[in-house]
């Protein structure tokens, strides 16, 4: 396999380079790193992963939903004209395995395959919206993929399980996703694979939901840099998916702050800590020196990528051919009972407003 890029939502610089996490240091050992940082203006999941994707800044691709959701003005991954990086890699020749890729869905066409991430083609309203906390969920965290058989759809499951209940679910389900992977890296062979897993963005949201729970009280930050610690511990398997690559990628669209010692109130609402500007860029191949650099801007991730490869952005981001806009824009959205049925086909029951999993 030629590329291996490995996203982690919301990863911090500050506390993937600087904290004490032994494994990400002897990583760190052979890759360029550098801070990653979202723009100014747009430090959300949304617009900085497809940065990210298509090399251009939120102003050129139009992406500036939170969670990358058409309308209010803005473009979604089906909507934007512009080329992902996985698709001029297939313009280049290299086939593509894209799986939980944050806002990618599986209306755009790729040579290999896509497991979506957010369903971002689903309406707020109605019966659909009633799924949407659960699909996106399920989407962006891998947290709640197989949480346990009665998660209620109104996204307020967090209050029936303890927090460190919910965090035990989160564990077992990436190192579920991890034996998966190297199951598909095998039987489905790409010269270029590319995975997100969202546990640390999620644990930090997560922390949020508990501190609402308990109104501020008892508010204890550790868990989020407990999770890089654990995250230490398997570096070795979210890094080592059981085939061969010749190049490493591992990129974050945002990081999360490395202390936060009280709570602060926005808008009326208890929060704990937000978003950060920055993430991560580590890097290695048979043509990178090692060593950390200057920070970077997420749009230049594209670009460093294919450079890896021997490839260049300009010229593959100027020939290949997207999908128009106005094609997804035709394109007829699912209604509710369609969406449901799907749903049943994959296993999934739904009973009094419960969606139960497989
Ligand atoms: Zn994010």
């Known amino acids: 396999m030629k590329l291996f890029f490995l996203g982690l939502d919301g990863c911090a610089a500050q506390i993937m380079y600087e904290r004490e996490l032994p494994n990400v240091r002897k990583l760190l050992d052979r890759c360029s790193f550098q801070a990653c940082m979202a723009e100014e203006a747009f430090p959300y999941t949304g617009p900085s992963w497809t940065n990210i994707y298509t090399g251009m800044t939120a102003e050129h691709h139009g992406v500036t939903d939170l969670w ?176 061969d690559y010749d190049n490493l990628v591992i990129v974050s669209d945002h990081g999360w702050p490395a202390e936060a010692g009280k709570p602060y109130i926005f808008d009326g609402k208890v929060f704990g800590a937000w978003h950060s500007h920055d993430g991560v860029l580590m890097m290695s191949g048979p043509d990178v020196e090692a060593g950390r650099k200057e920070m970077c801007m997420n749009h230049d991730v594209a670009a460093k990528t294919l450079a890896l490869l021997g490839l260049e952005y300009s010229q593959l981001v100027q020939t290949t051919v997207a999908k128009p806009a106005h094609v997804a824009a035709g394109a007829k959205k699912p209604d509710a009972n369609q969406v449901e049925e799907r749903l049943r086909a994959l296993g999934y029951g739904i009973c009094r407003g419960y969606l139960t999993p497989p």
């Open 68 to 243: 990358g959701r058409e309308g209010e003005n803005s473009n979604s991954y089906d909507s934007i004209p512009d080329p992902m990086i996985w698709e001029m890699l297939n313009q280049a020749g290299l086939s593509t395995g894209v799986i939980h890729m944050p806002v990618s869905t599986a209306s755009r066409k790729v040579d290999g395959y896509i497991v979506s991430g957010f369903p971002n083609e689903i309406a707020h309203d109605g019966p659909v919206g009633e799924l949407m906390p659960l699909l996106a969920a399920r989407d962006i965290s891998d947290l709640i993929r197989l949480t346990p058989r009665d998660r209620v759809l109104d996204n307020s499951w967090y209050r029936r399980y303890s927090l460190e209940e919910s965090l035990d679910i989160m564990r077992t389900i990436v190192e579920w996703k991890i034996k998966a992977l190297r199951i598909l890296s095998k039987t489905r062979p790409v010269d270029c694979l590319f995975v997100q897993y969202s546990f640390l963005d999620r644990v930090g949201h997560l922390l949020n939901q508990y501190l609402r729970v308990c109104d501020g009280e008892d508010w204890d930050y550790s868990p989020v840099l407990e999770t890089y610690d654990w995250m230490d511990g398997i570096m070795g398997e979210l890094v080592d998916i059981g085939v």
